[in-house]
């Protein structure tokens, strides 16, 4: 699988922990040359001298999602400091967890921003490079929120289904010019679920992903599992929980 990675130039959001960080990691390891943004520019730079302290290949920018020129810029660097495009990550989200009774109008606009239109930028971004290689792949994190449908969720879920079907849509418009992957993760440990400022929600979730979260590095894997495949090879959804999230 590892030599499916190496050399493959792999842009990926919210990198700063996380999925993210656990992605960036495991691909520039396996010889990947990885492109990662997130706001927190602290965190970038110290992973960034993580993967080169083992010679790993890496590039940073602080990159808010909400922005569509800060991913034209994260992809603009991608292909001024390793010639192309080879893969989008849009891995960066949120969730702000609540009851739509109680009307947290800010979050649901907070998860529309970064969650559906950060990930309409990442692909806007990557889309004219991967028409120009005529090859690339876009790599959606996606929800098994989206997949079992439970009360408070609601909004955060409808972002991610949004997501989804975006996803496909993508996938069916190639016709082999790129490739398209959603991967859903269930429980997942990360600072995720420290970010919902529902304070009774935050502390269900958190004893909750106590018990049962995966390590991000479980996504990380199908991420370089799906980047490792020949090109003409689509993996398209992919569905990771702890296995006894029910
Ligand atoms: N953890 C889970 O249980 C779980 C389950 C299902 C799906 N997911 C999905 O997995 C993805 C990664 O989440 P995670 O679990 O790794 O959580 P995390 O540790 O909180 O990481 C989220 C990442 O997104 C970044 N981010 C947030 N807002 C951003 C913005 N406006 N612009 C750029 N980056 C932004 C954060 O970086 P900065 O704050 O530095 O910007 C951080 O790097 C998300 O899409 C999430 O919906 C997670």
Do not use: C
Not at 15 to 30: C, D, F, H, R
């Amino acid at each position: 699988m590892q030599n499916g990675l190496k050399n493959k130039v792999v842009v990926i959001t919210g990198a700063s922990s996380g999925i993210g960080k656990a992605t960036a990691e495991l691909l520039a390891a396996g010889g990947a040359k990885v492109v990662i943004g997130a706001r927190r520019a602290d965190r970038l730079q110290n992973l960034a001298a993580a993967i080169q302290s083992y010679g790993g290949q890496v590039a940073w920018r602080e990159t808010d999602v909400t922005n569509r020129e800060d991913l034209q810029k994260l992809v603009a660097l991608a292909i001024d400091r390793f010639e192309g495009l080879d893969v989008m990550v849009n891995n960066a989200g949120i969730a702000q967890l609540s009851k739509m009774e109680d009307l947290d109008i800010e979050g649901w606009q907070q998860m529309i921003d970064v969650n559906i239109k950060g990930t309409l930028y990442g692909i806007a971004a990557a889309l004219p490079q991967f028409k120009k290689q005529g090859s690339g792949h876009i790599i959606n994190i996606i929800s098994t929120a989206g997949i079992a449908i439970v009360p408070a969720m609601g909004v955060y879920a409808g972002t991610k289904n949004a997501v989804r079907t975006i996803s496909e849509a993508l996938r069916q418009e190639s016709d082999g010019r790129w490739r398209v992957t959603g991967i859903s993760p269930g429980y997942v440990q990360s600072e995720f679920v420290s970010n919902i400022r529902n304070e009774a929600i935050r502390e269900a979730s958190q004893e909750k992903a106590d018990q049962i979260s995966i390590p991000a590095d479980s996504i990380a894997q199908a991420v370089a599992y799906a980047v490792s495949q020949p090109g003409n090879v689509d993996i398209g959804d992919i569905v990771i929980r702890p296995s006894v999230q029910g």
